[in-house]
């Protein structure tokens, strides 16, 4: 069976937080940190997240990832849970970095697949997030992203301006994590080929070809206009006519020709 490395995260956190080791792990958190001793289990530590995400409040979400990456980068089992959670949270920006790796290596003339795509990101996000320089305390999330998108680009040789590292390989960590865990929903490489086409034939621009890939970056489930919007910094009716939009005109194009 086919494992989604992404979505394994989420689904591995799911399973930690319903296990009898959260509140340990949480409890040794606790004792270095602080700013977390207002929790009383780690099921309140994600809800905090989603509450500062969901209300787009960027400030408490960084300062929350931060404490976090803190505890993941301490060292012991209690900092795998950590890491965990903040790998987990930053899926939905990954997700987003799988369409940009996947457009730069279609214009250097390579064909990845979708799944390799997403592997190569969620390794790189997994060694972004255990490796984490904790001096950089504002703009978490985004500094993140960011490197994971720099680490992806360079693993498969597509940065503009970096050499080839190679996918991280770390991961015992990473593959303990995924080893058995349900696949995930992913985009079908009849979707990127799809949009590839799109492209070449000037019936959509690559931002609306990207735009779609995250929309529809989960397969036949769309990701909700707000939490793209969310993540791209406008607002949700932008998001939304963006959308209906490029569907429109690929969905006419592919009617007609």
């Not at 987990?88 to 390799?116: E, N």
């Not at 703009?139 to 960011?146: G, Y």
């Not at 770390?170 to 492209?199: F, N, Q, Y």
Request: net charge neutral; glycine share 6%; aromatic share 2%.
């Amino acid at each position: 069976m086919t494992i989604d490395p992404l979505h394994s995260l989420i689904t591995t956190l799911d399973q930690m937080v319903a296990s009898r080791e959260a509140t340990t792990s949480l409890h040794q958190w606790q004792e270095t940190e602080p700013g977390l001793s207002q929790f009383d289990t780690l099921d309140d530590v994600v809800a905090e997240l989603t509450r500062a995400s969901g209300c787009a409040d960027y400030a408490a979400t960084d300062a929350m990832l931060h404490l976090l990456l803190r505890v993941a980068g301490g060292g012991g089992a209690g900092s795998v849970t950590a890491a965990t959670l903040v790998a987990a949270r930053m899926v939905p920006a990954a997700g987003s970095v799988v369409g940009q790796l996947l457009s730069a290596t279609r214009r250097s003339g390579r064909r990845l697949s979708v799944l390799d795509a997403r592997v190569t990101v969620a390794g790189c996000l997994w060694e972004q997030v255990r490796t984490y320089p904790l001096g950089r305390n504002s703009r978490v999330a985004a500094n993140l992203r960011a490197e994971v998108l720099k680490h992806s680009l360079m693993a498969e040789g597509v940065h503009p301006r970096c050499p080839r590292s190679g996918v991280p390989t770390d991961p015992a960590t990473l593959v303990e994590l995924i080893s058995d865990a349900p696949a995930g929903p992913r985009a079908s490489e009849e979707l990127v080929l799809l949009l590839s086409w799109a492209v070449t034939e000037h019936v959509l621009s690559r931002t609306q070809s990207d735009l779609l890939l995250l929309r529809w970056t989960d397969g036949t489930i769309p990701v909700p206009t707000r939490e793209l919007a969310l993540r791209m910094g406008v607002p949700q009716r932008t998001v939304a006519h963006r959308c209906a939009r490029a569907e429109q005109l690929l969905a006419a194009a592919v009617r007609t020709r």
